[in-house]
Structure formats: structure tokens, C-alpha cells
């Protein structure tokens, strides 16, 4: 079950956020993804000062984190971690006036937590995940079920406390 709130995230309407972040849609036939990857529909290339990913459209059904470790691989892909939920979460509107805003990606509003693959250092058999419908980042079991979207590619991964700076920054924060 859900936990403590970790980083909190917040709102916005345009796909294009401004000098920070970008969403790009990509088409289906991209040739930096695999067919099975692209068969979870609406694929998108996230882009940011900190690096650039591609996600997955949303898995058809919830699993826990071990199960997503496989399906991901099983993709081509892995989980998001940390960092790439923060860089999404920013990409959907954080930290901007207008703020969060879960319809700019299909299928992040009205679904249970993102699961990552990153783990909460002091807190053991604790992960991070994403809440779609409103950006925040808190912690939960891996053995809880939870939605799924995979990524390719890594990106240039920000530290923690950079994480933490942005969220000063934008206003967010535990």
C-alpha cells in the first residue's frame, strides 16, 4: 500500500513546457523500439536538461515490481527510475505556474501508482511511484500492484539532491 509522500510534484496543459522539458509524441514504428514496445500504444520521447527517454504507453494490467522488472526487459525496456519519474512528472507540468497535469500522457490519470525500480535507501522494501492523476512521487511496498509504463534508454541521471533542488525551486517538497 501507498506510503509516506515522498517528493511532492503539482499541474499544466501544453506539451511543450518550455525550456526544461518537452513530451514529444513518437510514431509507433519508431525504429528505437521494439514491436512489442510499441504495441502498449502511444509511446513518447521525454526530453529535459538532465537527458531524454522514451516511455512506454500504459501495460494492460497492474503488477508488482518484480513482475514489471520482467515484462519491461521482456520489452526491451526497463522500469523508470526515480530521476525519470521526476523528469516526467516536471515534463507534465511540475514546478510551472499551471501546474500537473495527468491528460497530457493517456492513461496516467485514473491509475493506480507508476511503480519505479528505485528503492528508498532508508526505508527497506520500500520503492518510489509516480501517482498519475496528480504528479507526486511517494513510497510504497514492491510487492504492491501497480500501474505500469517502461522506458529505453537511459538518461544523464541527476542526483538525488538535485531532485530535491529542483522540487525547492518549483515549490514541491515533502
Known amino acids: 500500500m501507498a506510503s509516506v509522500v515522498v517528493l511532492a510534484i503539482g499541474t499544466q496543459?501544453?506539451?511543450?513546457?518550455?525550456?526544461?522539458?518537452?513530451?514529444?509524441?513518437?510514431?509507433l514504428n519508431d525504429p528505437r523500439v521494439r514491436p512489442a514496445f510499441a504495441a502498449l500504444g502511444n509511446i513518447y520521447e521525454?526530453?529535459?536538461?538532465q537527458g531524454s527517454f522514451i516511455l512506454s504507453g500504459k501495460a494492460p494490467y497492474?503488477?508488482?515490481q518484480r513482475d514489471a522488472v520482467v515484462y519491461c526487459q521482456m520489452?526491451?525496456?526497463?522500469?523508470?527510475?526515480?530521476?525519470?519519474?521526476?523528469?516526467?512528472s516536471s515534463a507534465m507540468?511540475?514546478?510551472?505556474?499551471?501546474?500537473?497535469?495527468?491528460?497530457l500522457i493517456p492513461d496516467m490519470a485514473n491509475n493506480a501508482c507508476f511503480l519505479s525500480s528505485s528503492e528508498l535507501s532508508h526505508y527497506p522494501y520500500s520503492i518510489f511511484c509516480l501517482m498519475?492523476?496528480?504528479?507526486?512521487?511517494?513510497?510504497?511496498?514492491?510487492?504492491?500492484?501497480?500501474?505500469?509504463?517502461c522506458v529505453i534508454e537511459d538518461v544523464k541521471a541527476p542526483s538525488?539532491?538535485?531532485c530535491t533542488s529542483f522540487l525547492s525551486e518549483s515549490g514541491g517538497g515533502a
Open 132 to 149: 498519475g492523476d496528480f504528479g507526486y512521487i511517494i513510497s510504497t511496498s514492491p510487492l504492491s500492484e501497480g500501474s505500469i509504463r
Open 75 to 88: 520489452l526491451g525496456a526497463q522500469l523508470p527510475s526515480l530521476e525519470q519519474l521526476v523528469i516526467l
Open 93 to 103: 507540468g511540475t514546478g510551472t505556474s499551471a501546474g500537473y497535469n495527468a491528460k
Open 13 to 27: 496543459a501544453l506539451a511543450h513546457i518550455g525550456p526544461r522539458d518537452e513530451i514529444i509524441a513518437l510514431p
Open 62 to 64: 497492474n503488477m508488482n
Open 160 to 162: 538525488l539532491s538535485s
Open 46 to 49: 521525454i526530453v529535459s536538461p
